[in-house]
């Protein structure tokens, strides 16, 4: 009896070495990243948080009037929670337009093809490179399959952070935001634009944008911006995805992502001069801060650098 017993225990025994060995590999697919970002610092990759990062990040940022739900996190790691963010795209040609594709699984490993609509948008894309430069915000387009193609503008060469801001409308992950980011090669020589120092004022298109406020490291914080124009109070800020401002800010160093909205009422194409959010940066340093609002039909982009204690 022992003895026919023996070849069954061994059979199972590699039965199940093989299961765990198959479960091991799906994971490690969708927790890799092609730039090998889970060894960075601030990557959160299912794992839980470590004391430090706890204490970085705020679990009620996300509820804070003027924040967006969807941007969670740091947004540094392409998991969280059972969601992955996948693509086959390591490298974009420079110079000229590219299609980046990229697809969003969930915890049973399917493509994810229902998301809850945010900002009159199911899919917030950013793309920024490693000297917080060439930054873009676009609205990719999803297939049935839920494929994403998100159109992006001609790139300089160097090492660029493609971030996917979300909200499954079904599943565990409904109600919730998530951020998610890969990075891509642009090959060619690189060539790195010093941070500009931090300034509170910037101009874009004839406007002069102005920032009031000290933001402290992962505390919630009010924040004003005051838009001029030649002198001017700007009174006629035109509502950009249901707001008028869209504020997305990176961080020296690691390029971590943080999103926040104005908490000023939209009330027509009556906007401004002076638009309140309220501000929570998790860490200390600088930041680039891009801000968009629309006059006129059009959008105008202004950045600037801002120190955060």
Not at 129 to 153: E, K, N, V, Y
Not at 285 to 293: A, D, I, M
Not at 294 to 306: E, P, R, S
């Amino acid at each position: 009896m022992f003895t026919s017993s023996r070849p069954t225990m061994r059979r199972r025994a590699l039965a199940a070495g093989g299961t765990a060995a198959a479960l091991a590999l799906a994971l490690a697919a969708c927790g890799s990243s092609n730039d090998g970002s889970s060894s960075m610092p601030g990557m959160d990759h299912g794992a839980k948080p470590s004391a430090s990062s706890s204490a970085k990040a705020s679990p009620s940022m996300g509820d804070m009037p003027g924040m967006d739900h969807m941007a969670s996190g740091n947004g540094l790691s392409d998991t969280k929670d059972g969601y992955c963010l996948t693509s086959q795209d390591g490298t974009l040609a420079a110079g000229k337009q590219a299609a980046y594709r990229f697809t969003v699984t969930g915890p049973d490993g399917k493509p994810v093809t229902g998301f809850a609509v945010d900002q009159t948008k199911r899919m917030h894309f950013y793309a920024i490179r490693s000297d917080l430069t060439g930054f873009q915000h676009i609205h990719p387009i999803m297939a049935a399959d839920g494929t994403w193609t998100a159109d992006l503008d001609a790139l300089k060469s160097g090492s660029w952070r493609l971030f996917a801001s979300f909200s499954p409308d079904s599943g565990a992950g409904k109600g919730k935001g998530f951020v998610l980011s890969r990075t891509v090669t642009v090959p060619g020589t690189e060539t790195k634009t010093p941070l500009p120092a931090a300034a509170k004022t910037a101009e874009v298109d004839g406007y002069t944008v102005t920032v009031k406020g000290e933001p402290m490291a992962g505390m919630a914080h009010p924040m004003s911006v005051t838009i001029t124009k030649d002198g001017k109070p700007v009174t006629d800020l035109q509502p950009y995805l249901d707001t008028y401002a869209h504020l997305t800010a990176f961080h020296e160093g690691d390029t971590a992502f943080a999103h926040l909205h104005p908490t000023t009422k939209v009330n027509g194409d009556h906007g401004g001069p002076e638009l309140s959010f309220n501000a929570e940066l998790p860490t200390s340093g600088n930041w680039r801060l891009f801000l968009q609002f629309q006059t006129g039909g059009k959008l105008h982009t202004a950045a600037l650098t801002l120190k955060v204690g």
